[in-house]
């Protein structure tokens, strides 16, 4: 329905960055910063992004090339998932933390049935 509100609303209007050229640009450019971002990442975070993503300054120019080329949606929308993998890997990552398979109760601690 808004959609089709919106299309009446403007026939002619072409968006341009969500054609393909625009897509493999903005994917290029997200691909570079978070190849950046696995490179950097002995450094110390000092800039922010969206969502709370943090990235060293060396990471700076790519990130401002990943915000010009793609829409800002996008941007917020990548970063989330970039942070949700990483979070989801430290987990997977951090053996040390966990306690292993939950322990089910013992027969005997059950009440004997009369």
């Known amino acids: 329905m808004a959609l ?7 026939p002619d209007k072409i968006h341009t960055d969500v054609l393909t050229k625009a897509r493999d640009s903005c994917y290029k450019a997200r691909d570079a910063f978070y190849a950046c971002l696995e490179k950097e990442s002995d450094k110390k975070p000092t800039e922010i992004a969206s969502v709370g993503l943090l990235y ?4 700076k120019e790519c990130r401002n090339e990943y915000v010009k080329q793609c829409r800002s949606s996008w941007v917020k929308h990548f970063d989330r998932q970039y942070c949700q993998n990483k979070r989801v890997q ?25």
Do not use: H, M, V, W
Request: proline share 14%; glycine share 6%.
């Open 56 to 59: 060293p300054l060396e990471c």
């Open 4 to 10: 089709e509100a919106y299309a009446a609303a403007n």
């Open 90 to 114: 430290r987990l997977l990552d951090d053996k040390g933390s966990r306690r292993g398979p939950l322990t089910l109760p013992q027969p005997y601690t059950f009440k004997p049935i009369a």
